[in-house]
């Protein structure tokens, strides 16, 4: 299977930051990589499928690059709701795997 | 609009089957496929399978095959069957429609999750 390794695992930030979530997979996967945001108490929901496509109804100050095996999450101008845990996946092949999860908490 | 909730018992003995139940409102099962996720205690999740209402599944190695998925056309709901379960089972469970577009799939809608805990 498919190894995601997301880095870093924490990170403080305050709002109007800047920060960037990075997602390594253990093979080349394309473009075949979504990103998520999980709140506590919630589950996961899309922010952005094929690397880079921002779902419909997410906010612009989010984006994603990457394609084979480095993928980025960026949040520009962080806002107080920005403050959760995100999570990659691959659907590259059907054996899907995520990565660790990385919490962003407030500095 | 496409809802899920998953229900069933919190609490199952060890070696024995954890069994829930995804009851899916504002879509039918149809040819869309369904999934089940675990998020441990840790926070990590895990990938537990997936089924199409025509019977095409696929299961997480990693489970050795104690995992089965079914559904219920005429309930409009899908279920997971987990055998022989330890403690490391214990974790929360969601159910998630698979959706996409083009050559492209991400799991969502989710339901809210349910914890089930593997405790004697």
């Known amino acids: 299977d498919i190894q995601m390794t997301q880095s870093p695992l924490s990170l403080s930030a305050s709002v109007g930051d800047r920060v960037t979530i990075t997602c390594r997979t253990s093979q080349s996967i394309a473009k075949y990589l979504n990103w998520y945001q999980q709140k506590p108490g919630k589950a996961p929901t899309l922010l952005i499928y094929?690397?880079?496509t921002l779902q419909s109804g997410v906010p612009s100050r989010f984006s994603g690059s990457g394609s084979g095996t480095d993928f980025t999450l960026t949040i520009s101008n962080l806002q107080p709701d920005d403050f959760a845990t995100y999570f990659c996946q691959q659907c590259f092949t059907t054996l899907y795997t995520f990565g660790q999860g990385t919490k962003l908490e407030m500095k | 609009q496409l809802q899920l909730q998953e229900s069933g018992p919190g609490l199952v003995t060890p070696s024995g089957t954890l069994s829930l139940t995804c009851t899916v409102s504002?879509?039918?099962?149809?040819?869309?496929?369904w999934s089940w996720i675990r998020q441990s205690p840790g926070g990590g999740l895990e990938w537990i399978g997936f089924l199409q209402s025509s019977g095409s599944s696929n299961y997480n190695p990693s489970l050795k095959g104690r995992a089965t998925l079914s559904v219920d056309t005429s309930k409009n709901e899908f279920s997971l069957n987990l055998t022989s379960v330890t403690a490391a089972d214990t974790a929360i469970y969601f159910c998630?429609?698979?959706?996409?577009?083009?050559?492209?799939?991400?799991?969502?809608?989710w339901g809210q999750g349910t914890l089930v805990t593997v405790s004697s």
């Open positions: 094929a690397a880079s």
């Open positions: 504002g879509a039918s099962l149809g040819s869309n496929y």
């Open positions: 998630a429609a698979i959706v996409g577009s083009g050559n492209y799939n991400w799991f969502g809608p």
